[in-house]
T-cell receptor, first 113, second 111 residues
Framework: EAGVTQFPSHSVIEKGQTVTLRCDPI?????LYWYRRVMGKEIKFLLH????????ESGMPNNRFLAERTGGTYSTLKVQPAELEDSGVYFC???????????FGEGSRLTVL | QKEVEQNSGPLSVPEGAIASLNCTYS??????FFWYRQYSGKSPELIMF????GDKEDGRFTAQLNKASQYVSLLIRDSQPSDSATYLC???????????FGTGTQLKVEL
């Protein structure tokens, strides 16, 4: 069974540009999460989808970040316009139910120059 | 103040020894605690979770929780070189997998 997959694995963009990260959760997992790790800091929660609905987006840093999960399958996280402090590793995770085992993807590393 | 604190390490132990990884948390509302292992460049992988005071054992791993002291630990018995990784402690309070992570402890198991 395929795990959580994320694309791209690494993206390098210039400040002010736009980047879209994609996450494909494990098939059948209604719960999808985005987390982020900024260099030297801990992994931090960004938001939680249940199917296509945003259950909790309290961790989204600002309105430059837009997450979508149309159709309740894959999710995208768009950063527009990107700033230097957005650099980090963006992890996606999924679970069958809230509180169930969380399976992480390998992350998308974003470098903003 | 960090909500979940871990010593960043590296913690070096000889092969076959017991590795002891520690974590403290500040939010008394936290109910469940998780230990993830992360190899460099790979995804965090769940090793154990614990939500009751006391010890929980799974193979070579034992998680310990003391809610009064707000302290969680992970013991790895008979440490192997393949255990060398970063170990992330996480706390969760609302039942929805909104985890609060520590920065992780790097473990090195030496031959």
């Amino acid at each position: 069974e395929a795990g959580v997959t994320q694309f791209p694995s690494h993206s390098v963009i210039e400040k002010g540009q736009t980047v879209t990260l994609r996450c494909d959760p494990i098939s059948g997992h209604d719960n999808l999460y985005w987390y982020r790790r900024v260099m030297g800091k801990e992994i931090k929660f960004l938001l939680h989808f249940v199917k296509e609905s945003k259950q909790d987006e309290s961790g989204m840093p600002n309105n430059r970040f837009l997450a979508e999960r149309t159709g309740g399958t894959y999710s995208t996280l768009k950063v527009q316009p990107a700033e230097l402090e957005d650099s980090g590793v963006y992890f996606c995770a999924s679970s069958q139910r809230p509180g169930g085992e969380l399976f992480f993807g390998e992350g998308s590393r974003l470098t903003v120059l | 103040q960090k909500e979940v604190e871990q010593n960043s390490g590296p913690l070096s132990v000889p092969e076959g020894a017991i590795a002891s990884l520690n974590c403290t948390y500040s939010d008394r509302g936290s109910q469940s605690f998780f230990w993830y292992r992360q190899y460099s460049g790979k995804s965090p992988e769940l090793i154990m979770f614990i939500y009751s005071n006391g010890d929980k054992e799974d193979g070579r791993f034992t998680a310990q929780l003391n809610k009064a002291s707000q302290y969680v630990s992970l013991l790895i018995r008979d440490s192997q070189p393949s255990d060398s990784a970063t170990y992330l402690c996480a706390a969760e309070g609302g039942g929805g997998n909104k985890l609060t992570f520590g920065t992780g402890t790097q473990l090195k198991v030496e031959l």
